[in-house]
């Protein structure tokens, strides 16, 4: 038991040296992202029919770091103004893959195989995806036929030359930070009393090769929620324990792409048929190249030495680069998750004290944040928005506006409303 207790934070430690440097890197790439691609960008790309928006929203949706909790409203925004379903289908689909900051971790704790493997499956799993559903669908777009316009007090318009520098620093080293930490940490915790507490190779006879590994890992990934960047650590721990690396990729694809919230969700905002062919394809495409990843190890095309083992340390990164790099990530973690809830004084009497606060249940991140502050803000007679992620409410005031229409809005994007 002592050599347990010890064992855990050692092996916490070893991955958050490993990480730490990739990790910061794909911050910093996230957020200039952010600075300069908003939601407007993106919507204007995906209407119209045909194969084009299908391929804008698949790659538009590979890079940016966007969580299966966050891509649902940014989806059904879209969704409203204007984009197809097959579309919307893509960007959903290849979005909670990957990232920029998951594909950086991915590189730094499994290895270049791993790294482009999961984008490509990102990339098929969307294209495939959204094809499907504007097959079955058709391309109709969504509910908003003409511009609306945006909030007054700037939620979801593009930052101006200016402040961009400043946004991407405040998104890439606080935002991201703050709407990844606890998965992230939840991640790399579980993954440290795995490699502690299970002997290395322990499932290899059982569940180490063959189809069997890849079919529990699909159906342990589909209905759990993990951020695919908290997802690498757990696959590298599974890889410890002797899960194959196709099946561990399994989880990758899945783990971030599919959970019960979201499958509703999609239910809601695309309909049934969209929502099978969603689960459907994320199911067989995972499978598929789970399956080929072990084909080509099996047949010794890529060599097992490129992946690293749990506690095994990379000779990439010196190591005293990665232990500083390791103390800024603990850093920026607690100021991530510490700061929103110090007292704030000095807090003067605005008009938004006298607003009118709806109760919005689901927000988990910044960008269902947004999502929301935009919704509400786009609603005829609002004058001025604020939301309070860590309360989970919208306040708002104006004159005019139809309450009900404001809620009808919100919970278009999948959450629920209260008073």
């Known amino acids: 038991m002592i050599d347990f207790l010890l064992k855990v934070p050692h092996e916490f430690w070893y991955l958050m040296k490993e990480m730490s440097i990739y990790l910061i890197l794909g911050f910093a790439v996230a957020g200039v992202l952010s600075a300069f691609i908003s939601p407007e960008i993106i919507e204007r790309h995906l209407g119209g029919r045909g194969q084009k928006p299908i391929w804008k929203a698949t790659l538009f949706g590979i890079p940016l770091p966007l969580c299966s ?7 059904a925004s879209l969704r409203q103004h204007g984009a197809s379903k097959g579309s919307t289908t893509s960007f959903l689909l290849s979005t909670p893959q990957t990232g920029v900051d998951s594909i950086l971790v991915t590189w730094g704790l499994l290895g270049p195989i791993f790294a482009v493997f999961r984008p490509l499956a990102a990339l098929v799993t969307g294209l495939v995806g959204g094809t499907v559903v504007s097959a079955f669908e058709g391309d109709a777009k969504g509910g908003v036929s003409e511009p609306v316009e945006a909030c007054n007090d700037g ?13 991407a620093l405040v998104y890439g080293f606080y935002t991201l930070p703050r709407d990844i930490a606890k998965a992230l940490i939840f991640g790399m915790a579980v993954a440290a009393v795995i490699s502690a507490a299970i002997p290395a190779n322990y499932f290899a006879d059982s569940l180490g090769s063959g189809p069997l590994g890849l079919i529990v890992m699909m159906l342990v990934g589909i209905p759990i929620y993990v951020c695919a960047t908290g997802s690498v650590p757990l696959a590298l721990a599974m890889i410890h324990m002797g899960i194959s690396p196709g099946a561990a990729l399994v989880f990758l694809i899945t783990g971030p792409a599919t959970n ?8 809601k905002i695309l309909g049934k048929r969209s929502a099978i062919v969603y689960l459907l394809v994320v199911a067989v495409f995972a499978i598929l190249s789970g399956w080929l990843l072990d084909f080509l190890f099996t047949q010794n095309w890529v060599q097992a ?13 010196p190591s005293w680069l990665k232990i500083g790099g390791a103390w800024a990530l603990v850093a920026m973690m607690l100021v991530a998750l510490v700061w929103p809830r110090l007292p704030k004084s000095g807090k003067k009497e605005t008009d938004m004290d006298k607003a009118i606060t709806l109760k919005v249940n689901g927000m988990t991140c910044e960008h ?12 005829p007679g609002v004058s001025e928005v604020q939301v309070d992620l860590g309360k989970g409410q919208a306040s708002f005031n104006g004159s005019g506006y139809d309450l009900a229409q404001i809620r009808s809005s919100i919970e278009a994007l999948g959450y629920s409303v209260g008073d």
């Not at 909790?69 to 989806?75: E, L, Q, R, S, T």
Request: include cysteine; charge should be negative.
């Open 368 to 379: 269902c944040a947004g999502s929301v502050r935009r919704a509400v803000g786009e609603s």
């Open 69 to 75: 909790c966050g891509v649902i409203p940014v989806a």
């Open 155 to 167: 939620c979801g318009e593009m930052p101006t030359e200016g402040n961009r520098f400043r946004n």
């Open 260 to 267: 019960t919230a979201t499958l509703a969700t999609v239910w």
């Open 305 to 317: 030495e490129w992946m690293p083992a749990m506690g095994h340390e990379h000779e990439t990164v």
